[in-house]
């Protein structure tokens, strides 16, 4: 047995660091951001944080460290206020957290809030229930015909929709990932808001299908112009 090294391998007297803080960052994405694939997004980020210079916790001995998302953003989708977390090996005040965040966030990016959050807490991918977007409709259409259409979504006891899943199409029902749509301009353009549930199991209701099933609902073609994830909602919390 190596006497320089402890059970685990590592090095008497250089022990792994503990985590210390839990960060949760609220985020916004602009159109401005380019458009990458999930793991480019990720090593962006990955590089972005281990920048900051701030004392981050790297579990396991990894290189980088890793920043914990709530759910996927579509690659070309703007967002208001993503929750992401970063943990850190030392207590830092949250100024410094800001201040070095702030100026080294990848294109696109900005900081919205930030704050301490409780390191026993669960993860945050773990917690998230649903979300809420803002969709421009790039359509002329009746607003109350819109009004009308969207109560029809709402009582319809199912909602048959097709999806690509790896290599087949597949029906699902959309309806129990349809929580609430609105007319919230009537425009023009019609501004929608709409919330959808996301489940382990049913998947995610993704609000261009919501659109979509608009669009039949109404008897004529309907396209979002643009859509915006306005936030993710946690199991605790409420719209």
Avoid: C, F
């Avoid at 704050?115 to 259409?141: F, H, K, N």
């Amino acid at each position: 047995m190596d006497l320089r090294s402890g059970p685990t391998g590592e090095p008497v007297g250089q022990s792994q660091a503990v985590p210390r803080q839990r960060w949760r960052l609220v985020l916004a994405r602009s159109d401005e951001a380019p458009e990458l694939t999930a793991r480019e997004l990720a090593d962006a980020w990955d590089q972005a944080i281990a920048a900051s210079g701030l004392p981050l916790h790297r579990p396991n001995g990894q290189a980088r460290p890793r920043v914990a998302w709530g759910a996927p953003l579509p690659s070309r989708m703007t967002a208001e206020r993503e929750p992401a977390e970063i943990v850190l090996s030392e207590a830092v005040p949250v100024w410094r957290v800001r201040d070095a965040l702030v100026r080294s966030l990848p294109t696109g990016w900005s900081l919205v809030d930030l704050y301490d959050v409780w390191l026993g807490a669960p993860a945050l991918a773990g917690r998230v229930i649903g979300a809420v977007y803002r969709v421009t409709l790039d359509t002329e259409a009746d607003p109350e015909a819109v009004v009308a259409a969207a109560s029809g979504l709402l009582e319809a006891p199912q909602l048959t929709r097709m999806r690509r899943k790896g290599s087949e199409t597949v029906a699902y029902d959309l309806r129990p990932l349809l929580a609430g749509i609105e007319v919230v301009e009537a425009g023009p353009p019609i501004v929608l808001r709409m919330q959808t549930r996301i489940h382990p199991e049913r998947g995610s209701g993704r609000p261009d299908e919501v659109v979509a099933a608009l669009a039949d609902q109404l008897g004529r073609p309907v396209a979002p112009a643009s859509i915006v994830r306005e936030r993710l909602l946690l199991a605790d919390e409420t719209v």
